[in-house]
């Protein structure tokens, strides 16, 4: 097993002669990729993690970054190679950063540590150890730390992005909205729920800053919120921040209905994160349904959510079950 710790840095390039490492557990190596031939195991276990997690998509793209080969007709410090490497890792760090999201959203958050993992050691190789381009990466891995379970790596993880943070004034608002929701969601989870209520406030102020107090970002913040008043017993105030969230989510996916037509083939912000807004939508919907006092237009409401969602992904069975079930009344919504 990949152990959630190991995330201290390793040089991207060995030279000739010197000892190799595990890519994962920075071990003594015993296994060599046959394939690129630049990256190493300490056994065949970490090997197969490695390739499933990330390396099978990144593995050619190593070769000219770790070969000391590849730059051999230019000095090895002169400004172009440097370039061409920095250009390179950079591409590295986009690739894993989308890997591990796409691990997120899966659920598969163990496949997602090596991604996530070579994502921070290459961030500090390119930007060095504490800078504010970091700051991305010490979330990732603190994400997949957290579908784990592993709270006190978390802890530490987030300690050393805050501290970036702090030092780094040039941080814009999508830092600081990502960082107070990772906060939060590690005080939720270990049952701070006054500390997560404070972070998640300034979330949402943050991604209210950068994309509007009508913006899908900013109401994934309300719809923290909600959730622990949930928990708190609060219902009325948690019921008032689900409404806000179903409404907005309500008005986005009419409008996307409305264009549906005419953009069938776009890369769309809201699939990016369909597994996300869906389960967002069932818990409002199961909270609702559970209510003593049952609002029965707002159960309307969400229940249309879904059915547009499902509709807009083609899910003709999912709609015509959600819109036949005798406890919904959907011409509430209208
Ligand atoms: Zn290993
Ligand atoms: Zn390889």
């Not at 031939?37 to 090997?47: K, L, P, R």
């Not at 990144?58 to 730059?71: E, G, M, W």
Request: net charge negative.
């Amino acid at each position: 097993m990949i152990s959630g710790a190991t995330c201290s840095v390793v040089a991207l390039a060995s030279p000739k002669g010197t000892d190799t490492f595990c890519e994962l557990c920075q071990r003594r190596a015993h296994v060599q990729c046959s394939r690129c031939q630049v990256t190493f195991y300490c056994d065949a276990e970490h090997q197969r993690a490695d390739w499933v997690g990330i390396h099978e998509r990144i593995c050619q793209l190593l070769v000219p970054l770790r070969s000391p080969t590849l730059f051999s007709s230019q000095h090895p410090d002169c400004i172009e190679t440097q370039i061409k490497k920095v250009r390179m890792s950079m591409e590295l760090i986009e690739i894993c950063k989308s890997v591990a999201q796409s691990k997120f959203s899966e659920g598969k958050y163990q496949e997602a540590l090596p991604a996530a993992q070579f994502c921070l050691r290459c961030s500090m190789d390119v930007h060095g150890p504490s800078t504010a381009q970091l700051v991305p990466a010490y979330l990732l891995l603190a994400e997949a730390n957290m579908g784990l379970g592993n709270l006190d790596l978390v802890t530490q993880l987030l300690s050393q992005a805050e501290w970036v943070v702090l030092k780094s004034p040039e941080c814009g608002h999508t830092i600081h909205h990502q960082l107070h929701k990772s906060l939060g969601l590690l005080h939720m989870a270990t049952g701070n729920l006054e500390a997560a209520l404070f972070h998640f406030a300034n979330n949402i102020y943050f991604a209210s800053e950068e994309y509007g107090p009508d913006s899908p970002v900013t109401c994934g913040g309300y719809f923290l919120m909600a959730n622990i008043f949930a928990r708190q017993g609060k219902m009325s105030i948690a019921r008032s921040l689900y409404s806000e969230v179903a409404q907005t989510w309500h008005c986005l996916l009419t409008k996307r209905l409305e264009t549906h037509s005419q953009k069938a083939n776009e890369p769309d912000f809201l699939f990016s994160q369909r597994a996300e807004v869906e389960e967002m939508l069932r818990t409002m919907l199961e909270f609702e349904q559970n209510a003593s006092r049952k609002d029965s237009a707002q159960v309307a409401l969400v229940a249309h959510c879904l059915a547009m969602l499902w509709f807009l992904e083609g899910d003709s069975a999912k709609v015509s079950h959600i819109t036949k079930s005798p406890s919904i009344n959907f011409t509430l919504t209208q």
